[in-house]
């Protein structure tokens, strides 16, 4: 099996995330309809940080999904689910990845528009998952490729992508993770000359990685 990361810009949501920007969004699920019937894709997700009033009336005018209902809330967070319009059942990607045997396994919203950790089979099937975005004009930047059964044998510095690497060391140097701080989240952000959210948002995944691999993995001697 094969992990792959990647950025995309797929319409889904994107009205209802642009008019509340500051609104971080998390997919929890995707729940396809039984087969044989019509119905259309439910999409659960989570969200945080941004004006929940304006959030959900942009909702109600988003074109890609109908029907919102908060299913959970925090205090902190809201739980919402969503169901696809027949332009959000064209704009999705998820009877591909079905088709492909492909397993979602996260996506949040960025600056860019989506971060999204998929799993597939091979890298044949990567590479046709690829051509639907390219198929519908849609952006598709791949941040990493990871074969499962290899994480340990090529090791961390080939597990982080690119960017991650750069993001950690930029704040490594720049005194991020000394106490007292030599520099906050919005000068880590000007030296990578993007958002403080991006910042933000490389800086948490890299970590992620860290600590799963060379912490976790490495604890149980694997």
Known sequence: MITVEFETDNPILREARQSVPDMSITIETEQAPDAGT???IRLLFWAAGGDYEAFECALDADPTVTAPKVLADTGTSRLYRVVFTDDGMTLTAHPIWVELDGTFLHAESTDAGWFVRMRFPDRSAIIEFQSWFDDHDFPFVVLGIYEEDKVQEIGLGTNLTDIQRET??????AGYFNVPRETNLL???DELGVSDSAASQRLRRGLAKL???ELIQGRDGN
């Open 38 to 40: 019509s119905e259309p």
């Open 211 to 213: 600590i799963k691999y």
């Open 187 to 189: 000068g880590l952000a």
């Open 168 to 173: 950690l060391i930029t704040a490594f140097e």
